[in-house]
C-alpha cells in the first residue's frame, strides 16, 4: 500500500516538473533575426529546398555620413528557379553584427525583380544603422559580419533564405564608387562564365573523339571495326615566279592616276562609324570632364544658358567630322549624359551591333553591363517623322536618330544614366541650351536650332563671349577675322 502511493507521489511531480517552451518567430516578429535561415531563431516556416535567389555579385564597404560611417552591402539579385518572379515582393533583411561585442544591427527592405537581358535580376543596398568613428589605421577598424536574408512572397507562408553571409571589408567609398566596382565585379564573372561555356563547347568534339583502351584493342582484332585513314593530302601548287615591272621615276614620264575614291559612300561612312564604336579607351559615363579634355583637348565650346545644366563640346583628335557632346546635371563634372554625331549617308541604314558597340564605347564606367536587343519606335510630331531606336541596360540607356547638322545627315549615338526618357531629355535640353539645340531639331522640335558650331575651321571660330550674368553665349554660325573684339 505504501509502495503504490509513494509511485502515485513521484509521477505527479515529474507531471508538473516537465513543462515544454516553445517559441515561434515568424515574419517580422522576431526581435533578434526574424528572417534567419539556420540561425538560432529559425522560424518555422523556413524551407529546406535550394534557394531560388542567388548573388552572382556583391560589394562589401564602409559609407559615410553626418553621423560617421556605416558598413554596407551593394550586391546583385537573380532568380535562380524556372519560376517568374518579376513583380513577386522580395523582402529583405541585412544583418550587421560586431564580432567582437555581437550587437547586432539589421536593416529591412522590400524590392522586386526587373527583366534586363532576359534575366529576373535587381541591384540593391543595405547600410547599418549604427555609426562608427573609424581611426586612420584600417587593421582597427572593427570586424563586422553581414548576413542577407530573403523573403518571397506575400503572407505568413512566405519562405525564408539565406542569400549570403560575409565580412564587412576595410574600404570606404561613396555609393556611386560601390555601384561601378559592383558593375566591374559583375561584368568580370559574366565575361568569365562565357569564356568557360566556350571553352567546353569548343572541347566537346574532341572529348567525343576519344577512344577507350579497350575499343582500341577491339578495332585491331577486327579489321571492318578500324578507323578509316584520312585522304592524302592535295598536292602542292607550283608558286608563280616573280616578274618585274618597269616604272618611272619620280619626276620624270607621265603623272600617276590618283586612286580612285570608293563609290559607295555609305560604306565609307558605316566604316567611320564601326571604327568609333571600337575605341574602348573613350571617356564616357560617369567621367570627369578632365578625362575629356585629357582624351579630346580643351573643349570648343562650353553652355552654361540652362542653371541646372553644363554642357561642352569636343572633337576626337583623329576624327574631326565627329561631334561629341557633353552634360552634367547639376555642374558636378561627370557626365551624365553623352552625345555623338557622326557624318553618315541619308539613304543608309546601320546594323543594330554598331550602334550597340557605339554606345558602349561611350557608357564609361558602364561597359561591362549587358544591353537589351534594339527596340524601334516611331514619333510624329511637328516637324515630321522621327524614327528612334532604344536600347537599355542596368545603368543607363541609349537613343538613335538620324539629324540634319550643317547640311549633312548624321548619326546621333545618346547615352544617359539619368532615369526617364533620353529622347524628352534631349528635346528639353535643346530648347534651353543652344550648344546643343541640333538635338531638339533632329528630334522634330519645332522650337530647335538646327544650327551649331562648325569644328572644320577651328582657327575662324570666335571665342564665347559673356553674358551679363556670366553665362556663356555661343555664337549660332562660325565667326569671321572680322567679328572679333579687339582691343
Not at 280 to 290: E, H, I
Request: proline residues 7%.
Amino acid at each position: 500500500m505504501i509502495r503504490s502511493i509513494t509511485a502515485c507521489l513521484l509521477a505527479s511531480l515529474s507531471f508538473v516538473t516537465w513543462t515544454p517552451v516553445c517559441c515561434a518567430q515568424d515574419g517580422y516578429g522576431g526581435a533578434d533575426d526574424d528572417l534567419d535561415a539556420g540561425g538560432r531563431n529559425s522560424s518555422s516556416n523556413i524551407s529546406n529546398r535550394p534557394s531560388r535567389i542567388i548573388v552572382p555579385a556583391f560589394v562589401t564597404y564602409w559609407s559615410h555620413d553626418a553621423l560617421g560611417y556605416h558598413p554596407s552591402i551593394c550586391m546583385t539579385l537573380e532568380n535562380k528557379s524556372s519560376t517568374n518572379l518579376v513583380g513577386e515582393p522580395i523582402q529583405l533583411q541585412a544583418q550587421f553584427r560586431v564580432i567582437a561585442e555581437g550587437i547586432l544591427s539589421i536593416a529591412r527592405w522590400q524590392t522586386s525583380f526587373d527583366s534586363i537581358g532576359g534575366k529576373e535580376q535587381i541591384n540593391t543596398e543595405a547600410h547599418s544603422k549604427r555609426a562608427f568613428e573609424l581611426p586612420l589605421d584600417r587593421e582597427s577598424w572593427p570586424l563586422v559580419e553581414c548576413k542577407i536574408v530573403a523573403k518571397i512572397g506575400r503572407g505568413d507562408r512566405a519562405e525564408a533564405e539565406t542569400l549570403l553571409i560575409t565580412r564587412i571589408d576595410s574600404a570606404a567609398m561613396s555609393e556611386d564608387d560601390a555601384r561601378s566596382q559592383l558593375n566591374m565585379v559583375l561584368g568580370r564573372k559574366r565575361l568569365a562564365e562565357a569564356k568557360s561555356a566556350q571553352a567546353r563547347k569548343l572541347a566537346g568534339p574532341f572529348l567525343s573523339k576519344k577512344t577507350s583502351p579497350t575499343s582500341a584493342r577491339g578495332a585491331i582484332n577486327n579489321p571492318a571495326s578500324a578507323p578509316v585513314q584520312a585522304a592524302p593530302p592535295p598536292p602542292k601548287i607550283p608558286e608563280k615566279p616573280m616578274s618585274a615591272v618597269a616604272k618611272s621615276l619620280p619626276g620624270f614620264g607621265p603623272p600617276e592616276k590618283p586612286q580612285a575614291h570608293p563609290a559607295n559612300q555609305a560604306a565609307a561612312t558605316e566604316d567611320k562609324l564601326a571604327q568609333f564604336a571600337k575605341s574602348s579607351d573613350r571617356p564616357g559615363l560617369g567621367d570627369d570632364f578632365y578625362l575629356f579634355e585629357k582624351s579630346y583637348s580643351m573643349p570648343q565650346a562650353t553652355d552654361l544658358k540652362d542653371p541646372g545644366w553644363v554642357w561642352a563640346s569636343y572633337r576626337p583628335r583623329s576624327m574631326q567630322d565627329i561631334q561629341i557632346f557633353a552634360g552634367s546635371k547639376g555642374r558636378t563634372g561627370k557626365a551624365d549624359v553623352v552625345v555623338a554625331i557622326v557624318p553618315i549617308a541619308s539613304d543608309k541604314t546601320l546594323d543594330d551591333l554598331v550602334l550597340g558597340n557605339a554606345a558602349k564605347s561611350l557608357s564609361g564606367k558602364f561597359k561591362n553591363e549587358k544591353t537589351s536587343p534594339l527596340e524601334h519606335s516611331v514619333r510624329y510630331t511637328s516637324g515630321g517623322r522621327v524614327e528612334l531606336l532604344n536600347l537599355s541596360a542596368q545603368s543607363y540607356r541609349a537613343t538613335f536618330f538620324k539629324a540634319v547638322v550643317n547640311g549633312q545627315s548624321s548619326q546621333v549615338v545618346a547615352v544617359s544614366r539619368i532615369p526617364g526618357s533620353l529622347s524628352e531629355l534631349l528635346k528639353d535640353a535643346g530648347r534651353k541650351t543652344d550648344l546643343v539645340s541640333v538635338l531638339s531639331g533632329g528630334l522634330g522640335d519645332g522650337q530647335g536650332q538646327s544650327q551649331y558650331l562648325d569644328g572644320d575651321d577651328r582657327s575662324q571660330r570666335a571665342p564665347s563671349r559673356q553674358m551679363d550674368d556670366g553665362r556663356a553665349r555661343v555664337p549660332s554660325r562660325p565667326a569671321r577675322p572680322e567679328d572679333w573684339d579687339v582691343d
